[in-house]
T-cell receptor, first 115, second 110 residues
Framework: DTGVSQDPRHKITKRGQNVTFRCDPI?????LYWYRQTLGQGPEFLTY????????KSRLLSDRFSAERPKGSFSTLEIQRTEQGDSAMYLC?????????????FGQGTRLTVV | QKEVEQNSGPLSVPEGAIASLNCTYSDRGSQSFFWYRQYSGKSPELIMS????GDKEDGRFTAQLNKASQYVSLLIRDSQPSDSATYLCAVDGGDYKLSFGAGTTVTVRA
């Protein structure tokens, strides 16, 4: 399977703990995105990378959130000092920058529950 | 602020009928438009992309775009129970990130 892969699929953590999620994009894609989705809402943009450069961060992304994409391959999203409001599905997507085609493909998501 | 609005639904259609989903967007500079299907508890799956005014057909799906009216729609012909899902409209405002609507839930009655 050459789609976007996310790990773990589910994470339950206690409030105040740190968590880290991983995303492996489609191999030839140079753009990688993180979104967050809560029940009944569409995904909300968090941040994106072109190759290894983080080009934009949403104002939704507080100082407790950090994302990296070393060497322009996989990416990690870390949440420090988790809060109950962080409970959501965290989605990673990737796309290939090619003219006007900006189709983005999502991974299976990581469902985070903060207790 | 870029807004994408969809009929909240739920939309219930009988099997074999046409399901019609609508989406409007606020940013006139938007370049690319997408429809994603999301089954309950799963991640969004890209089903259609459209970049220019008019219709685009792919199997039982037809996307329609009218940039002057800032409107994009999705028609599902010959609806099947497997089409029961939430359909998300997504808009790329030219900055390569997507703004999503809240989705329309479709239920196809057998």
């Amino acid at each position: 399977d050459t789609g976007v892969s996310q790990d773990p699929r589910h994470k339950i953590t206690k409030r105040g703990q740190n968590v880290t999620f991983r995303c492996d994009p489609i191999s030839e894609h140079n753009r990688l995105y993180w979104y967050r989705q809560t029940l009944g809402q569409g995904p909300e943009f968090l941040t994106y990378f072109q190759n290894e450069a983080q080009l934009e961060k949403s104002r939704l992304l507080s100082d407790r959130f950090s994302a990296e994409r070393p060497k322009g391959s996989f990416s990690t999203l870390e949440i420090q000092r988790t809060e109950q409001g962080d409970s959501a599905m965290y989605l990673c997507a990737s796309s290939l920058r090619a003219g006007t085609n900006t189709e983005a493909f999502f991974g299976q998501g990581t469902r985070l529950t903060v207790v | 602020q870029k807004e994408v609005e969809q009929n909240s639904g739920p939309l219930s259609v009988p099997e074999g009928a046409i399901a019609s989903l609508n989406c409007t967007y606020s940013d006139r500079g938007s370049q690319s438009f997408f429809w994603y299907r999301q089954y309950s508890g799963k991640s969004p799956e890209l089903i259609m992309s459209i970049y220019s005014n008019g219709d685009k057909e792919d199997g039982r799906f037809t996307a329609q775009l009218n940039k002057a009216s800032q409107y994009v729609s999705l028609l599902i012909r010959d609806s099947q129970p497997s089409d029961s899902a939430t359909y998300l409209c997504a808009v790329d405002g030219g900055d390569y990130k997507l703004s999503f609507g809240a989705g329309t839930t479709v239920t196809v009655r057998a």
